[in-house]
């Protein structure tokens, strides 16, 4: 069984910096990880994602040059570092895996595990 569990969010100023962290357990093979976010009224939103296989990269418009997804295979761990935090960043974060290739833009019905959440709030 897959279980995903985040940590690392908090409350930050604008300008600021977060690193959020996922634990995975339970995968085999290759998986496609990614963070997502939900602001309140507002849709799930991928935020950025990598194949565990090839290490490829994607990220949302609005994050690229700010934040940088990585993992950890050794510890199963997934990390999204996130600098120059902006109030409109404020959101629950979600960890996220399907176990095949990630592709922009992969909603999050494609994604069949994911973690508890944790909340980042960025104020201004």
């Known amino acids: 069984q897959v279980q995903l569990v985040e940590s690392g969010g908090g409350s930050v100023q604008a300008g600021g910096s977060l690193r959020l962290s996922c634990v995975v357990s339970?995968?085999?093979?290759?998986?496609?990880m990614a963070w997502f976010r939900q602001a309140p009224g507002k849709e799930r939103e991928g935020v950025a994602s990598v194949y565990t296989g090839s290490g490829a990269i994607y990220y949302v418009d609005s994050v690229r040059g700010r934040f940088t997804i990585s993992q950890d295979l050794a510890k199963n761990a997934l990390y999204l570092e996130m600098n120059a935090l902006k109030p409109e960043d404020t959101a629950i974060y979600y960890c996220a895996a399907a176990a095949d290739y990630c592709y922009p833009g992969r909603p999050p019905a494609r994604f069949e595990y994911w973690g508890q959440g944790t909340q980042v709030t960025v104020s201004s």
């Open positions: 339970g995968t085999r093979n290759n998986y496609c």
